[in-house]
C-alpha cells in the first residue's frame, strides 16, 4: 500500500514537472518599431561664433590672470634672491 502511494506520489510529482516546464517554454514575443526616416534627420550646423571674442583669450579677465602670474613668478625670484643672501651671509658668519 505505502508503495503504491509513493509511486503515485513521484508519478504525479514527474507529470506536474513536465506540466510546469512545458508551460515555461511557451512564451510570446511583442515588438513594436518605430524609425526615423534617413531624409527627415536633423542636419547638423555649426554654432555661431562669439562676435567680439578672439582666440581663446576672455578679454580683461585674461589680462588679470596674466599680470597675477607675473607677481607671483617675480614674488618668488625676490624669495629665492633673499634665501641665497640670507644663506651667504649665513656662511660668511660661519666661515664655511
Known sequence: ??????????????LAALAISASANAHVDVA??????????????????PVGYYGYGYGDRDERWRE??????E???RRWH??????QRWRERHEW
Open 1 to 14: 500500500m505505502k508503495k503504491k502511494l509513493l509511486g503515485t506520489a513521484i508519478g504525479l510529482a514527474g
Open 32 to 49: 513594436v518599431g518605430v524609425g526615423v526616416p534617413v531624409y527627415t534627420q536633423p542636419v547638423y550646423a555649426q554654432p555661431a561664433v
Open 68 to 73: 597675477r602670474e607675473w607677481r607671483r613668478h
Open 75 to 77: 614674488w618668488r625670484e
Open 82 to 87: 633673499h634665501e641665497m643672501r640670507r644663506e
